[in-house]
C-alpha cells in the first residue's frame, strides 16, 4: 500500500489540533494543580489525582504527534501517513456513519472481517478487534467524503 495514489487525505486542521491537545493538557494540569494546591486528606487520592492529571498530559502528548499525520484513502483501503495499514478493503465488511454508532465524532466507523492489532492514534484513528474507529480531531466534510468514497468502493465490490 506504500506506493498507491492517494485519493483522498484526512488531516485535522491546525486550530483543532491545538484546541484539542490544549484541552487535555489543560485537564491534566489543572488536577495535578488541583492535588497540589488542596491535597486531599487520603494519600490514596492525593496519588490518583496526580496519576490522573500525568495520564493527561500523556494523552495531550499523544494526540499533538498523532494528529501530525493523516489517514490516507488509497485504491487498496486506508493507511496513516506514516504508512501504518489501518485496513485494506478486503478486510472492511461494513461502515457505520449513523447516529448511535460508537464511532469519534465527526468520523466513521468500520467492521473488519477479521480482527487487527490494536492501535491507537488519538484524535485521529483507531482500532481494536474487528473495529476501527476514523475521525476525532478531523473536519466533518472531509471525513463524509471519505466515508462515501470507502462505501461506493464497497458496493462495487459487492455486487
Same mark, same amino acid.
Given at each position: 500500500m506504500q506506493q498507491e495514489e492517494i485519493i483522498i487525505a484526512l488531516r485535522p486542521a491546525p486550530a #483543532? #489540533? @491545538?484546541v484539542g491537545a490544549a484541552m487535555v493538557a489543560a485537564l491534566g494540569a489543572l488536577l495535578i494543580w488541583l492535588a497540589l494546591a488542596a491535597p486531599p486528606a487520603s @494519600? /490514596?487520592? =492525593?496519588?490518583? =489525582?496526580i496519576g490522573l492529571g500525568a495520564l493527561a498530559l500523556w494523552g495531550a502528548w499523544r494526540m499533538w504527534l498523532a494528529t501530525g499525520s493523516a489517514v490516507e484513502l488509497t485504491e487498496g $483501503? /486506508?493507511?496513516?501517513?506514516d504508512g501504518t495499514p489501518i485496513a485494506t478493503f478486503d478486510e472492511i465488511e461494513a461502515i457505520d456513519r449513523g447516529m448511535f454508532a460508537f464511532k469519534p465524532s465527526n468520523g466513521f466507523l468500520l467492521r473488519l472481517a477479521r480482527p $487487527?492489532? #490494536? @492501535?491507537w492514534r488519538p484524535g485521529l484513528w483507531w482500532r481494536a478487534g474487528r473495529r476501527v474507529g476514523v475521525g476525532g480531531l478531523t473536519p466533518r466534510g472531509a471525513s463524509r467524503a471519505m466515508a462515501d468514497a470507502i462505501q461506493i468502493r464497497l458496493a462495487a465490490r459487492d455486487r
Open positions: #483543532r #489540533r @491545538a @494519600a /490514596l487520592w =492525593l496519588v490518583f =489525582l $483501503g /486506508l493507511r496513516d501517513s $487487527g492489532p #490494536r @492501535a
